[in-house]
């Protein structure tokens, strides 16, 4: 076997103190080309990890100094090592032990002393795993640059093709009929949009690769300063504006006010034909979270299609009736998962719609 061959293998940390556990464990994995490194305490096992990260952990519950559940839950706190899979090795059937290894992050479990292939068909599932997770992560990245690289190259000519139209409107229109005129709006209408779906798209894009910089955020002060900033545009709406006093959060202040902004954007487009339109954002809490809503008393939409709501492109209205890229609750999904929050909607066709998001108080 030559050398690139072995580094391609699988590579496991074996995480014990006993020297009888430790032969079984290596003989078995070696035999099956996994190539295996050793720690006998935690002390060792954070040294290896930094010094490389394995493919897997295999983990012993029972040690001196620092035992396993403890070790698992400093590497899971790591975010550069909590997607390494440990498995647990638990000396009993001890349904205590196995429940806490679950709650900490462990992926499985194996019960000592060890069936074999048991032992083999467990590493494998998590190490496939792994890799499965890590290519699509890898496929959502190539995809987010991707959209980039085109929403970023499309606009530069979008530009143009919309100065050139104006010029064309500028400079020729007096020797244009209505029906030669009229075509120029509808394209400078297209235009306009696709230009904003493009930046739409890159503000999505910017999203995911965006550094964060957390701060505390008072919410309240936010949707009024977002709502006074939206409702300038259309100064002849008749809308009745609330806020239950909401919570001051800890997030990213350009992102959050950017989720405010569609959030309020929809709800202040969705009622437009409203004669009194109506917004309220309240707040909820728990230990955990908090959890903000919006609720309005717009067009609504039908629930069936409520799992549909934040995928990119994806809307319930048309065009016609309300105009729009459908990329908006895409952006407020990204920033949310980016904060560890959750974002959902409910509501009624003809009677209205709620978004509410969850932020964690930690
Ligand atoms: N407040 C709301 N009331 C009714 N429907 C909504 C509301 N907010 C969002 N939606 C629905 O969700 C879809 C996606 O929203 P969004 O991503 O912001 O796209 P856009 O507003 O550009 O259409 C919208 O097309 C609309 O059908
Ligand atoms: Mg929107």
Known sequence: MNFTQSLNQPEILLVDDTPEHIETAVTVLRENNFRVRIATKGSTAFKLIEQHQPDLILLDVYMPEMDGFEICRIIKTESDFSSIPIIFLTSS???????????????????????????????????????????????NHELDSFCYTVAHDLKAPLLSLSKLT???????????NNEGRELIDNIQDKSKEIIQLVDHLLELSRMSEMPMNIEPINLEQLFWEVYAE????????????????????????????????????????????????????????????????????????????????????????????????????????????????????????????TFYFSFRKD
């Open 166 to 176: 104006e010029y064309l409107d500028l400079d020729y229109s007096d020797r244009l």
């Open 230 to 353: 939206l409702i300038k545009l259309e100064p002849q709406r008749d809308v009745k504006f609330t806020i239950q006093h909401l919570p001051t959060i800890q997030g990213d202040s350009v992102m959050i006010k950017l989720l405010v902004m569609n959030v309020l954007s929809n709800a202040l487009k969705y009622t437009r034909n409203r004669k009194e339109a109506s917004i309220e954002a309240t707040a909820m809490e728990n230990e955990a979270e908090f959890i903000i809503s919006i609720k309005d008393n717009g067009a609504g939409f039908d629930m069936r299609y409520a799992s549909r709501l934040f995928s990119v492109f994806q809307r319930l209205h048309s065009q016609n009736e309300f105009e729009g890229s459908g990329v908006g609750l895409a952006i407020v999904q990204k920033i949310l998962k980016r904060h560890h929050g959750l974002a959902w909607m409910t509501g009624k066709v003809d009677e209205g719609a």
């Open 93 to 139: 059937n001890d349904a205590e032990s196995i429940k806490k290894g679950f709650d900490l992050g462990a992926q499985d479990y194996v019960v000592k002393p060890f069936n074999t292939s048991e032992l083999l068909a467990r590493v494998h599932t998590h190490i496939k795993l792994k890799k499965q997770t890590e290519s699509l992560l890898k496929a």
